[in-house]
């Protein structure tokens, strides 16, 4: 069976640096970070009590049709979570043209993920068990159905009347990752012409925070909360925990090319591993993620030396940044002091199950416009002497350079580990 090409032909974002892609894009060239204090609850006796947050959201960017009271009455009992998932998709559908007359609409699927799905909804409810407890059981009907991680995919399902695969996927920070590969593997064995896929979180409450605080994964810099997050630092010490979503729309060549639509670049292969070590440290020497890499690679038949750019999932924790680093040499060899590595979650912090659709975002965006945004917050002698510093970790400053062949990586609590491979797309190749 032949496979069929994938493109890309629409995006979508709503992120920490921008409710839009090309905010978030030109925020991620200027190094600019996302963090800052926590604003959607008192989090004064938290240890952490910072955040990538996203700014300036109403859930009137989640409508279709703002002026439609019926649509407002259903997306304001949704879950933050779905609510991005549903503004991010908003604007890949549109930029896509998939609503165009003559798309056949049983053929586009929606496969959206979340790691967490609606953990404030889920909050709330507990909450409000333990209020009324001595009067026996209240829930609200909508308890279920709002909380559940898949919900948001049927949202935009049922709102755009796409009836192809739809689903959603859970492994923790793969997710979204995940999602794509699935995404690429429906569209190039023929299964639909398009998918709208991506991630989507809102974890910033207090059992997110709290939960994350208490396992020591995240940063307690609050002096300075925009230099928290320095992959690849000596002075790392933890992620910051991110929320948004971000959506892009797969779709077969021949389809987009037929009815004229705008290509991004080209999803060239897609791999998946686990780590089969620990719930959530990464194995020491990276071999889950040395895996991952080179099952993506062989995936997208391609050699190692091709790869110009990879978007790392360099989270900023001390265990995590040093594995990882370690598999990219074993995979790339001598190539891994050629190419450029970033880790863009020094800006939009860690999105969980957002976190890989922000970071293929920005490798299709680097494939289109020859530029690979940077890691910020990385100071002179500020050096872990485990980490080899002739590899490109493109500190500090984005870096124009040619690039055809990007990958990024994203591992889960679990030892959920997935890649991506983007391409730039030229016609007529």
């Known amino acids: 069976m032949e496979l069929k090409r994938v493109v890309v032909t629409g995006l979508g974002a709503i992120t920490p640096l921008g409710n839009d892609v090309d905010t978030t894009w030109q925020a991620a060239l200027k190094g600019e970070s996302g963090a800052g204090p926590i604003t959607h609850f008192d989090a004064s006796l938290f240890k952490t009590q910072f955040a990538c947050e996203v700014k300036g959201f109403d859930y009137k960017m989640a409508m279709y049709n703002p002026d439609d009271r019926a649509e407002m009455k259903e997306v304001r009992r949704t879950d933050l979570y779905s609510q991005y998932a549903l503004a991010a998709a908003k604007q890949a559908i549109v930029d896509a043209r998939l609503l165009d007359e003559g798309i056949d609409r049983n053929e586009v699927g929606v496969i959206f993920a979340s790691g967490i799905g609606g953990l404030h909804t889920f909050e709330n409810e507990a909450g409000n068990y333990a209020k009324n407890e001595a009067d ?3 829930y609200s009907p909508f308890f279920i159905p709002t909380m559940i991680a898949d919900i948001a995919a049927g949202h935009i399902s049922m709102r755009y009347g796409f009836r192809g695969p739809n689903f959603g996927v859970v492994s923790a920070c793969a997710t ?43 940063s307690t810099r609050n002096d300075d909360p925009k230099t928290a997050s320095r992959p690849f630092s000596a002075s790392r010490d933890g992620f910051v925990i991110g929320e948004g979503a971000v959506c892009l729309i ?82 790339f060899g001598d190539h891994a002091y050629q190419m450029n590595i970033s880790s863009t979650k020094s800006m939009t912090g860690h999105m969980l199950g957002a976190t890989g659709a922000m970071e293929a975002l920005f490798c299709v965006l680097a494939c289109q416009h020859n530029i690979v945004p940077p890691t910020i917050n990385h100071a002179d002698g500020d050096d872990d002497e485990q980490l080899d510093y002739k590899m490109n970790f493109t500190f500090n400053k984005a870096q124009e350079r040619e690039v055809n062949i990007a990958l990024s990586n994203t591992f889960g609590f679990g030892g959920h580990n997935a890649s991506i491979i983007v391409k730039k797309y030229k016609v007529g190749l």
């Open 250 to 331: 797969f779709e077969e060549l021949e389809h987009a090319l037929a009815r004229g639509a705008r290509i991004y670049g080209e999803v060239i292969g897609g791999g998946m591993s686990g780590d089969a070590h620990h719930i959530t440290a990464p194995h020491p020497e990276g071999l889950g993620a040395k895996l991952v890499m080179q099952r993506a690679i062989d995936d997208a038949g391609i050699r190692p030396d091709e790869v110009d750019y990879v978007n790392v999932h360099g989270t900023s924790t001390p265990l995590g940044d040093v594995g990882e680093a370690k598999a990219i040499k074993d995979v």
């Open 176 to 218: 979204s990752t995940n999602a794509m590969i699935d995404a690429f593997n429906y569209v190039r064995l023929g299964k639909a012409t398009a998918i709208v896929t991506g991630g989507s979180e809102a974890p910033i409450f207090p059992a997110g925070v709290g939960g994350f605080n208490a396992m020591r994964a995240i």
């Open 136 to 138: 026996g059981p209240r």
